[in-house]
């Protein structure tokens, strides 16, 4: 005889399936960027779906609450909006393709192709939020990678692993260092993030720039100045994680993010929708603890493993080194590299001015002999910098100083030695063979005179 437990187990799996509630909500307002919804139960990050006039469906994601008022911000566009709008959890996983089937593809913030190539031919989905590394399993930095850069190879020599700013104006030519970088660097793949650039320059980087040499092991990731700030965020987001994939299966990848700006932008519009008050000339505290969480992601692996060496964009408003969002991002890199406009005028290219950059791992990359070398260089550019007034009024007597004497004599040396073209690679080889170069081959002779009745 069947005990009442066994009837009671013989009923539950004959009765049918039942489903777990769906719980949704109303929207009960907009203001600006920011929807307002009831009756929502999320968290913090999650995906929902705003259900707008003509069963248009707009992606939104939670970005705070208010006591029963949800705070949501739409990913796209925001438009066919009512009162009383149905808002309900998405049926969409929140994971990104992966995969080696990305190389040679542009994407957008949320991970769909924008080159007309077709479907994604990933290999795994992975979370937008990845696991933290502990900073005692990293791999300390002590090689050097070549980024085919004269000036950077051999004055800031860049270590594998190690995160540097590129700080610049509009103007000065970071996006092509930064193309110059994609095409020469001997890392194994190569990651761009091109976060609130004007449309016309995404397409430009892509075919002008980085050409089909740059693109063959580069993923692209675009989100133009007209996406909204939550797409900025997510594009800056999935570039950091398609790096770390590649990182983790043990490959050297050089991460290029233009620009770390518009990022801290992107979230001081979310933040400051959301109520949080401005601090910092307008910049809500959330921006300055977004832009370490960020950046912390790069770096090395553990021992043995792979490695993500990553260069940020930082724009100078105004060629302000003081700005806030230039001086923070200052503080948390490993090395920052300035770009500097009167260089840029003068037709200087690349414009570095290495008298304010500097690499702080780099004399644990290179030899005591490369060091020295950088060092007198340095030295020998900023005394001639410092006489440069009386240089020029013909105030300085030849033979006053016999450093400045030097000085003089290696300024035009190493004002060429600083540049290069736009299609010239510069080896670590070459690079440290010409500094040599510069320092120790014999002065050039005075050009002759002209002769007069010629």
Not at 216 to 224: F, T, Y
Not at 288 to 305: D, T, Y
């Amino acid at each position: 005889m069947a005990t009442i437990a066994d009837q009671l187990e013989s009923l539950a799996q004959a009765a049918p399936a039942v489903g777990s509630a769906e719980v949704s909500g109303r929207l009960t307002r907009v203001v600006g960027l920011t929807l307002e919804a009831k009756g929502c139960h999320f968290v913090i990050g999650d995906r929902c779906v705003v259900h707008g006039a003509g069963g248009q469906e707009i992606d939104a994601e939670v970005v705070g609450f208010d006591d029963d008022r949800t705070f949501l911000m739409p990913i796209g566009t925001a438009e066919g909006l009512r009162p009383g709008a149905l808002v309900t959890p998405a049926s969409t996983v929140n994971e990104i393709a992966v995969g080696w089937g990305l190389l040679g593809r542009v994407l957008d913030g949320a991970g769909q192709p924008l080159d007309g190539k077709g479907e994604l031919d990933a290999d795994a989905y992975i979370s937008y939020t990845g696991h933290i590394i502990n900073p005692l399993q990293r791999a300390p930095i002590r090689t050097s990678l070549d980024v085919g850069i004269k000036a950077i190879n051999s004055l800031l020599t860049v270590g594998v692993g190690q995160r540097l700013g590129l700080f610049a104006g509009s103007g000065v030519g970071k996006s092509m260092l930064l193309g110059m970088m994609t095409r020469f660097t001997d890392a194994d793949i190569v990651v761009v993030g091109l976060i609130g650039e004007r449309g016309r320059e995404v397409k430009e980087f892509i075919d002008d720039i980085l050409g089909e040499e740059g693109m063959a092991r580069a993923v692209v990731v675009a989100s133009p100045a007209d996406d909204s700030p939550l797409m900025r965020l997510r594009a800056s987001t999935l570039t950091t994680r398609i790096a770390e994939y590649f990182r983790d299966q043990g490959k050297s990848v050089l991460l290029l993010m233009d620009s770390l700006t518009r990022y801290a932008q992107a979230q001081r519009e979310i933040a400051l929708s959301v109520g949080e008050p401005p601090a910092t000339k307008g910049y809500p505290p959330s921006v300055f603890s977004k832009i370490p969480q960020l950046v912390e992601r790069a770096g090395n692996g553990a021992v043995g493993g792979g490695s993500i060496t990553a260069f940020y964009t930082v724009l100078t408003e105004g060629d302000d080194q003081q700005d806030p969002i230039a001086d923070a991002a200052r503080a948390i890199l490993d090395g920052h590299i300035v770009l500097s406009r009167s260089l840029a005028e003068e037709g200087h290219y690349p414009a570095i001015d290495v008298e304010a950059s500097i690499s702080r791992v780099m004399p644990h990359v290179i030899s005591p002999e490369q060091l020295s070398l950088a060092q007198r260089f340095k030295q020998l550019y900023a005394r001639y910098q410092q006489t440069r007034d009386l240089i020029s009024v013909g105030a300085y007597a030849a033979g006053s100083d016999a450093e400045t004497d030097f000085a003089i004599e290696r300024y035009q040396p190493m004002r060429r030695f600083l540049q290069q073209g736009l299609n010239e690679r510069a080896s670590k080889n070459v690079s440290m063979a010409s500094l040599k170069k510069v320092l120790t081959a014999p002065a050039e002779p005075p050009p002759n005179p002209p002769i007069a009745g010629r």
